[in-house]
């Protein structure tokens, strides 16, 4: 499991094992799901299952940012439907589908930066200032666009979400996506940035005597997150073919499910993206494979729940088994120190 | 011969492969101190977890007034008259002193908690004590001096006839510590039994009797506290010929790189001037809170001064955050080791690199691996820390290895200025010697040294000039050749400036004067009083605004039938909201209240579909226990596995609802298909109101008083309020968050069954905000998210207002669109307004506290 400092290097010998056994589970979800139907391992399958799950995977990335700092942003999902309401009025009102997008992007980036306005600058618990904002935008939202929904995307677009590179089974929306994570994978575990999250998650009082900018780290991962919610919104309606006011309600459990489970500590501090990565490929195909299996959506977001607690039940104990660890190898250290 | 009131014999515990304790023998004697000396590893704090009921040992026998018993927990240990008072005292900020005092063990008159009675013991306690703190406040105000007197006094409450003091006086000034002493002269009076355990070599003699000193988990030797002397005590503790406490070599010192004019700020801080020069050790002595803390995070950018200059070789600066002072060359290593300085999770190469890694950058700021690992291996080794490599985990170090570590971080940016405060507390008396002499040598090489100690000893050893602190102000200045502990010492708590004597005779500092202790209670509750009594005075307050409001522009909102909806609709967040009350005061969160809601709701209606002829009752009974069973897989999830309340509940939340949806499979129960008696459950009026919100507000006052005067409810808050302190007190703290799930899956349950009674209409997807609902109504209430405060009947009120304004939403016409906005801009006012409130609170208190602690000012 990977924990604590080493983690700032992924590639850490020991320190890989759960993304390891990640890999092992993901190869078992291929085997299960060729099982399970014959269609799973065809190219228009598995470019649908890597095309459902960008919107959700583009999120994750800074959700992770977000979590190793040891805060939470619930209102990803609002965002997002606010961006696509945002997009829909500009697109009713005959506004060109660019300058819609243009501004998706910058109303997400905006609600991004006020949810770090208030946590930071407010000194507030990001749970309670996201609850309170998935509510506020949501119902922006639902102010803007009502009931109503808009469907009249350019071709161009719809591709975007559902469309692949040439003949290849890789859509366009997973290039994106790619690109984005190498992106973030860099600025988390290469650069000093990525390093002081790691540092703020840890012990907040250290980070900042380091001469660390806590508010502005804090800050920027905040906007990082609504900007990236603003991306998955014009993915997520291109691939859906329509923006509405309820679009990607609950989003935010998949998302956060897919951190966790990509070994990434909630309390802050620990974790790595290509952990997360392997992490959304098992719940994307594992979704998939249900799917295939003629299992429902609903009966699907049990299988999201229960993987997130089992996922959980297990880091507990390792957790405890770790500190046990720890308290000996002290005693250890510290009989050491004596003969000094 | 007096017999011994505790005995241990042939004492020994092994934590794996390691012997930390080998056949260690100890007697306390009733009216006794017995001082326990040692460095850091030799055991003193295993031989105090295992008298405490902590750790069991491995073999030994402990004996108490003769007879062999086993101390099973810290309960135990309690119950059988043995109290541990720790270094950092385990209590709950959030309740009053007269609760942390009894705190799991309340009073108890006619079955509920007696406050009368608990407030009137412990003052009575504290008084015993010669400490009047006003019982009612919460702790979170209080001195660290103060709280450790309340744990004493929660020792004297449970009659303990022995008394086990861990480090009481490591973090609390020398006039606190006299304090401290005449308590336990009066502990010692009554015939109580004291362990005393101190890394300070002068108060072991002081205050004990007798002295054992370990060494290695072993015992050394015994003696009487008369037959030693300092140096003989530290040779026992650490085998050999200690040396020179304080190598302090000689120095070049040149111009100055620090001058300071007329530094003022932080409150309290006034007027400060000072100059340090390249190659000198500058001593800033002091009490704790006499402002030697406050001037170097000002010089550090923690704080910014009100007025004055700082100047860095000469040049202005104004150090705007750490980030900038570390640019002008000024170091701050802080006092509070693991708060402030490590990142304990970080290997000891990234904690060094930390301050300077965006200068270790290539492009686009990757970090430059190698070169970062080779700083790290080269200070590392300079400051000869004691670890497998650069790549160690930081917590798995010694104390004293962190500090070196924290050392090495602070020198890498190659500093002018370093500031040390408080550089060696803590840790033993090996390392201690390694860091002065390390000191030294920095300033033999000509670097500025601010030494920020309250430990008289180390700095008249290290420094050339000392300034001492007192107040805010400097008291006196002295240079090494005409250094005087005494003088220091009078300077620190008793100034004299140009003949006028400031403050309070000395005879009044060093015996209190009769009931004076610092209480800044009654500047607090007049500050708060009013404004803590807001939440639901201040709620109360909005609602009636809110119906004003309404009723101007809509007078059918006064309507009977009106206000009977609306307190109809409330009734159901109400009671949910009383559930998520309390799973909130545990520190806890509950999302899945609207899934299992449903679940009931569906489960029950559909039984009532095909069995008509039933009793409501049995319904009622169906949809409570469905509600439980769903609460009790939350509590296992929670309480057993130990994951975090928000995703547990996340993830139940989609579990249930999914579970839900599938067991409906797209069906709707309809109430025509229900017996009429079920929906007369909503109709039914008792005295011109439904019987329904009766029944809610019975709800409310139940869980009201429940909170407040069952052993429980207080339980519940104190877990809320600080989770391990609960479980030393001997709290079941696992027990009861499990039951406040339990609790709110009951109420959900509840719930479920009415929803079909008042709706008519069930089906998989209804409540599907409801987790939203009640966490809005609760946090508008007035609890805080941080548990151990707040009251449910707040949470009933956060119900109706909500309820009140989707009503007044309704009546006036605006798009129902609005709603889900306006709720969340409700909830992120009242957040940010109680944590304005909150912090306006803690600002009044401490302004009043200050102008306490300097006595020479008129209060």
């Given at each position: 499991m990977t924990t604590g400092g080493r983690s700032t290097t992924w590639w850490h010998g020991s320190l890989a094992r759960w993304e390891i056994f990640l890999l092992f589970v993901l190869i078992g979800t291929f085997l299960c799901g060729a099982q399970t139907s014959r269609?799973?391992?065809?190219s228009s399958n598995i470019s649908i299952a890597l095309a459902g799950m960008t919107p959700a995977a583009i999120v994750a990335l800074p959700m992770t940012l977000i979590i190793v700092t040891g805060e939470i942003d619930i209102s990803v999902g609002s965002i997002i439907g606010l961006c696509a309401a945002v997009m829909a009025v500009c697109l009713e009102n005959g506004l060109p589908v660019e300058a819609a997008m243009l501004l998706g992007i910058v109303i997400g980036t905006l609600a991004g930066f006020i949810n770090g306005l208030i946590v930071v600058y407010g000194a507030l618990p990001s749970l309670v200032v996201t609850i309170g904002t998935l509510a506020l935008y949501r119902g922006i939202a639902q102010i803007i666009l009502n009931e109503r929904g808009f469907s009249g995307f350019p071709q161009w677009y719809q591709d975007l979400g559902f469309g692949t590179i040439g003949a290849t089974p890789v859509p366009w929306s997973s290039l994106i996506f790619v690109v984005l994570f190498i992106g973030f994978a860099v600025f988390l575990h290469a650069t000093h940035w990525g390093r002081a999250l790691y540092a703020i998650g840890n012990n907040l009082g250290a980070a900042r005597f380091s001469g660390i900018n806590v508010k502005r780290s804090l800050l920027g991962v905040f906007i990082a997150s609504g900007a990236m919610s603003s991306l998955a919104a014009i993915i997520l309606t291109a691939y859906l073919a329509s923006a509405r006011s309820d679009t990607a309600i609950g989003l935010e459990l998949p998302v956060i499910t897919a951190v966790v489970l990509g070994g990434v500590n909630i309390f802050g501090g620990a974790g790595t993206l290509p952990g997360v990565l392997i992490a959304l490929l098992v719940l994307a195909f594992v979704q998939n494979a249900l799917g295939l299996a003629g299992i429902t959506p609903e009966e699907q977001q049990i299988v999201t729940g229960s993987v997130l607690i089992v996922t959980l039940i297990v880091f507990g104990a390792a957790d405890i088994l770790r500190k046990t660890r720890i308290t000996l190898w002290r005693s250890r250290g510290v009989t050491r120190s004596t003969r000094d | 011969m007096v017999a011994p009131v505790i005995e241990l014999r042939g004492i020994t515990k092994r934590f794996g492969p390691v012997e930390v304790l080998s056949s260690v023998d100890l007697s306390l004697y009733a009216g006794q101190v017995h001082s326990l000396a040692g460095e850091n590893g030799a055991g003193k704090s295993t031989l105090v977890k295992i008298l405490g009921g902590i750790h069991p040992p491995d073999s030994g026998r402990i004996l108490k007034n003769g007879i062999e018993t086993t101390i099973l927990s810290s309960a135990d240990a309690r119950r059988q008259g043995i109290a541990v008072i720790h270094q950092h005292p385990a209590l709950f900020p959030d309740l009053s002193v007269a609760e942390n005092v009894f705190v799991g063990r309340q009073p108890r008159r006619m079955g509920g908690v007696d406050w009368a009675t608990m407030r009137r013991r412990s003052r009575e306690l504290l008084s015993s004590l010669r400490m009047e703190i006003d019982v009612r406040v919460p702790v979170k105000i209080l001195s660290l001096a103060e709280r450790q007197a309340i744990e004493i006094a929660k020792a004297l409450s449970v009659d303990a006839r022995v008394l086990v003091m861990d480090?009481?006086?490591?973090?609390?000034s020398s006039r606190e510590v006299d304090r401290l002493f005449e308590i336990v002269e009066q502990l010692k009076q009554q015939g109580v039994a004291i362990l005393f355990i101190s890394h300070f070599i002068d108060e072991i003699l002081r205050w004990g009797d007798e002295v054992t000193i370990l060494r290695s988990g072993k015992r050394i030797i015994t003696l009487p506290a008369a037959d030693l002397t300092p140096e003989q005590t530290v040779r026992y503790m650490i085998g050999t010929e200690p040396g020179a406490f304080f190598p302090k070599e000689d120095a070049q010192i040149s111009g100055p790189v620090l001058s300071v004019r007329g530094l003022s700020g932080a409150g309290f801080v006034e007027n400060v001037s000072f100059e340090v020069r390249a190659g000198e050790i500058l001593g800033f002595f002091g009490l704790v809170g006499a402002g030697r803390s406050e001037v170097a995070q000002m010089l550090f950018g923690i704080t910014k001064p009100d007025r004055g200059e700082i100047r860095v070789d000469g040049q202005i600066a104004r150090p705007r955050s750490p980030r900038h002072a570390i640019q002008l060359g000024i170091s701050f290593l802080p006092e509070d080791r693991h708060q402030q300085g490590l990142v304990l999770q970080f290997p000891i190469r990234a904690n060094e690199t930390l301050p300077i890694l965006r200068q270790?950058?290539?492009?686009?700021?990757?970090?430059d691996r190698a070169r970062e690992g080779q700083i790290a291996r080269d200070f590392t080794a300079r400051m000869r820390v004691v670890a497998t490599g650069v790549e160690q985990r930081t917590n798995t170090l010694s104390g004293g290895n962190q500090q070196k570590v924290l050392l090495a971080k602070w020198l890498i940016p190659s500093p002018k200025i370093l500031i040390l405060d408080e550089p060696t507390r803590g840790i033993d008396v090996g390392a201690k010697a390694e860091i002065h002499r390390i000191v030294s040598q920095l300033a033999a090489h000509g670097m500025a040294v601010i030494l920020i100690s309250d430990d008289a000893r180390e700095v008249i050893g290290m420094a050339d000039r000392i300034i001492v602190f007192r107040g805010g102000v400097i008291a006196s200045e002295s240079v090494r050749a005409s250094f005087d502990r005494e003088a220091m010492l009078l300077a620190a708590a008793h100034a004299t400036r140009e003949g006028r004597t400031l403050g309070p005779p000395m005879d009044a500092l060093v015996r209190p004067v009769e009931g004076t202790t610092v209480s800044p209670a009654g500047r607090w509750r007049v500050a708060t009083g009013r404004l803590m009594r807001v939440p639901e005075l201040g709620l109360v307050l909005a609602l009636l605004i809110i119906c004003a409001a309404v009723t101007t522009r809509e007078p059918r909102f006064l309507q009977g039938e009106n206000l009977e909806q609306i307190s109809l609709s409330a009734t159901l967040v109400c009671i949910v909201a009383l559930g998520e009350a309390v799973v909130i005061i545990a520190k806890q969160v509950d999302l899945s209240v609207g899934a299992m809601v449903a679940a009931s709701a569906f489960i029950s209606a559909e039984w009532l579909e095909h069995h008509p002829e039933g009793w409501i009752l049995s319904v009622v009974l169906l949809g409570c226990a469905v509600g439980v069973a769903l609460g009790a897989v939350n509590a296992l999830l929670v309480a057993v596995f130990r994951i975090p309340a928000i995703v547990a509940t996340l993830g139940t939340l989609a579990i249930y609802r999914g579970g839900v949806i599938v067991l409906a499979g797209g069906r709707q129960i309809s109430a025509?298909?229900?017996?009429d008696s079920y929906g007369d459950i909503a109709r039914i009026h008792v005295a011109g109101a439904p019987l329904l919100v009766w029944f809610a507000v019975l709800l409310t006052v139940g869980f009201g008083l429940a909170t407040r005067f069952t052993r429980t409810g207080r339980n519940v808050y104190a877990i809320g309020s600080n989770q391990e302190s609960a479980r030393f007190a001997g709290i079941g703290d696992r027990r009861h968050i499990a039951l406040v799930f339990i609790l709110s899956g009951l109420l959900c349950g509840l719930v479920g069954v009415l929803w079909g009674a008042r709706f008519g209409t069930v089906d998989a997807v209804i409540a599907p905000d409801l987790h939203f609902q009640a966490i809005s109504a609760v946090v508008v209430g007035g609890v805080s998210i941080f548990g151990g405060s707040g009251s449910v009947y707040g949470a009933a009120l956060g119900a109706l207002i909500f309820a009140v304004l989707q009503n007044g939403v309704q009546l006036l016409g605006i798009n129902r669109f609005w709603l889900q906005a306006v709720f969340g801009a409700a909830i992120l006012f009242t957040v940010l307004f109680y944590s304005h409130l909150a912090r306006r609170a803690e600002r009044a208190e401490r302004q009043s506290r200050r102008s306490q602690q300097r006595p020479g000012r008129i209060p």
């Amino acid at each position: 499991m990977t924990t604590g400092g080493r983690s700032t290097t992924w590639w850490h010998g020991s320190l890989a094992r759960w993304e390891i056994f990640l890999l092992f589970v993901l190869i078992g979800t291929f085997l299960c799901g060729a099982q399970t139907s014959r269609y799973f391992l065809t190219s228009s399958n598995i470019s649908i299952a890597l095309a459902g799950m960008t919107p959700a995977a583009i999120v994750a990335l800074p959700m992770t940012l977000i979590i190793v700092t040891g805060e939470i942003d619930i209102s990803v999902g609002s965002i997002i439907g606010l961006c696509a309401a945002v997009m829909a009025v500009c697109l009713e009102n005959g506004l060109p589908v660019e300058a819609a997008m243009l501004l998706g992007i910058v109303i997400g980036t905006l609600a991004g930066f006020i949810n770090g306005l208030i946590v930071v600058y407010g000194a507030l618990p990001s749970l309670v200032v996201t609850i309170g904002t998935l509510a506020l935008y949501r119902g922006i939202a639902q102010i803007i666009l009502n009931e109503r929904g808009f469907s009249g995307f350019p071709q161009w677009y719809q591709d975007l979400g559902f469309g692949t590179i040439g003949a290849t089974p890789v859509p366009w929306s997973s290039l994106i996506f790619v690109v984005l994570f190498i992106g973030f994978a860099v600025f988390l575990h290469a650069t000093h940035w990525g390093r002081a999250l790691y540092a703020i998650g840890n012990n907040l009082g250290a980070a900042r005597f380091s001469g660390i900018n806590v508010k502005r780290s804090l800050l920027g991962v905040f906007i990082a997150s609504g900007a990236m919610s603003s991306l998955a919104a014009i993915i997520l309606t291109a691939y859906l073919a329509s923006a509405r006011s309820d679009t990607a309600i609950g989003l935010e459990l998949p998302v956060i499910t897919a951190v966790v489970l990509g070994g990434v500590n909630i309390f802050g501090g620990a974790g790595t993206l290509p952990g997360v990565l392997i992490a959304l490929l098992v719940l994307a195909f594992v979704q998939n494979a249900l799917g295939l299996a003629g299992i429902t959506p609903e009966e699907q977001q049990i299988v999201t729940g229960s993987v997130l607690i089992v996922t959980l039940i297990v880091f507990g104990a390792a957790d405890i088994l770790r500190k046990t660890r720890i308290t000996l190898w002290r005693s250890r250290g510290v009989t050491r120190s004596t003969r000094d | 011969m007096v017999a011994p009131v505790i005995e241990l014999r042939g004492i020994t515990k092994r934590f794996g492969p390691v012997e930390v304790l080998s056949s260690v023998d100890l007697s306390l004697y009733a009216g006794q101190v017995h001082s326990l000396a040692g460095e850091n590893g030799a055991g003193k704090s295993t031989l105090v977890k295992i008298l405490g009921g902590i750790h069991p040992p491995d073999s030994g026998r402990i004996l108490k007034n003769g007879i062999e018993t086993t101390i099973l927990s810290s309960a135990d240990a309690r119950r059988q008259g043995i109290a541990v008072i720790h270094q950092h005292p385990a209590l709950f900020p959030d309740l009053s002193v007269a609760e942390n005092v009894f705190v799991g063990r309340q009073p108890r008159r006619m079955g509920g908690v007696d406050w009368a009675t608990m407030r009137r013991r412990s003052r009575e306690l504290l008084s015993s004590l010669r400490m009047e703190i006003d019982v009612r406040v919460p702790v979170k105000i209080l001195s660290l001096a103060e709280r450790q007197a309340i744990e004493i006094a929660k020792a004297l409450s449970v009659d303990a006839r022995v008394l086990v003091m861990d480090e009481p006086t490591s973090t609390i000034s020398s006039r606190e510590v006299d304090r401290l002493f005449e308590i336990v002269e009066q502990l010692k009076q009554q015939g109580v039994a004291i362990l005393f355990i101190s890394h300070f070599i002068d108060e072991i003699l002081r205050w004990g009797d007798e002295v054992t000193i370990l060494r290695s988990g072993k015992r050394i030797i015994t003696l009487p506290a008369a037959d030693l002397t300092p140096e003989q005590t530290v040779r026992y503790m650490i085998g050999t010929e200690p040396g020179a406490f304080f190598p302090k070599e000689d120095a070049q010192i040149s111009g100055p790189v620090l001058s300071v004019r007329g530094l003022s700020g932080a409150g309290f801080v006034e007027n400060v001037s000072f100059e340090v020069r390249a190659g000198e050790i500058l001593g800033f002595f002091g009490l704790v809170g006499a402002g030697r803390s406050e001037v170097a995070q000002m010089l550090f950018g923690i704080t910014k001064p009100d007025r004055g200059e700082i100047r860095v070789d000469g040049q202005i600066a104004r150090p705007r955050s750490p980030r900038h002072a570390i640019q002008l060359g000024i170091s701050f290593l802080p006092e509070d080791r693991h708060q402030q300085g490590l990142v304990l999770q970080f290997p000891i190469r990234a904690n060094e690199t930390l301050p300077i890694l965006r200068q270790l950058v290539h492009r686009l700021g990757l970090v430059d691996r190698a070169r970062e690992g080779q700083i790290a291996r080269d200070f590392t080794a300079r400051m000869r820390v004691v670890a497998t490599g650069v790549e160690q985990r930081t917590n798995t170090l010694s104390g004293g290895n962190q500090q070196k570590v924290l050392l090495a971080k602070w020198l890498i940016p190659s500093p002018k200025i370093l500031i040390l405060d408080e550089p060696t507390r803590g840790i033993d008396v090996g390392a201690k010697a390694e860091i002065h002499r390390i000191v030294s040598q920095l300033a033999a090489h000509g670097m500025a040294v601010i030494l920020i100690s309250d430990d008289a000893r180390e700095v008249i050893g290290m420094a050339d000039r000392i300034i001492v602190f007192r107040g805010g102000v400097i008291a006196s200045e002295s240079v090494r050749a005409s250094f005087d502990r005494e003088a220091m010492l009078l300077a620190a708590a008793h100034a004299t400036r140009e003949g006028r004597t400031l403050g309070p005779p000395m005879d009044a500092l060093v015996r209190p004067v009769e009931g004076t202790t610092v209480s800044p209670a009654g500047r607090w509750r007049v500050a708060t009083g009013r404004l803590m009594r807001v939440p639901e005075l201040g709620l109360v307050l909005a609602l009636l605004i809110i119906c004003a409001a309404v009723t101007t522009r809509e007078p059918r909102f006064l309507q009977g039938e009106n206000l009977e909806q609306i307190s109809l609709s409330a009734t159901l967040v109400c009671i949910v909201a009383l559930g998520e009350a309390v799973v909130i005061i545990a520190k806890q969160v509950d999302l899945s209240v609207g899934a299992m809601v449903a679940a009931s709701a569906f489960i029950s209606a559909e039984w009532l579909e095909h069995h008509p002829e039933g009793w409501i009752l049995s319904v009622v009974l169906l949809g409570c226990a469905v509600g439980v069973a769903l609460g009790a897989v939350n509590a296992l999830l929670v309480a057993v596995f130990r994951i975090p309340a928000i995703v547990a509940t996340l993830g139940t939340l989609a579990i249930y609802r999914g579970g839900v949806i599938v067991l409906a499979g797209g069906r709707q129960i309809s109430a025509t298909v229900l017996p009429d008696s079920y929906g007369d459950i909503a109709r039914i009026h008792v005295a011109g109101a439904p019987l329904l919100v009766w029944f809610a507000v019975l709800l409310t006052v139940g869980f009201g008083l429940a909170t407040r005067f069952t052993r429980t409810g207080r339980n519940v808050y104190a877990i809320g309020s600080n989770q391990e302190s609960a479980r030393f007190a001997g709290i079941g703290d696992r027990r009861h968050i499990a039951l406040v799930f339990i609790l709110s899956g009951l109420l959900c349950g509840l719930v479920g069954v009415l929803w079909g009674a008042r709706f008519g209409t069930v089906d998989a997807v209804i409540a599907p905000d409801l987790h939203f609902q009640a966490i809005s109504a609760v946090v508008v209430g007035g609890v805080s998210i941080f548990g151990g405060s707040g009251s449910v009947y707040g949470a009933a009120l956060g119900a109706l207002i909500f309820a009140v304004l989707q009503n007044g939403v309704q009546l006036l016409g605006i798009n129902r669109f609005w709603l889900q906005a306006v709720f969340g801009a409700a909830i992120l006012f009242t957040v940010l307004f109680y944590s304005h409130l909150a912090r306006r609170a803690e600002r009044a208190e401490r302004q009043s506290r200050r102008s306490q602690q300097r006595p020479g000012r008129i209060p």
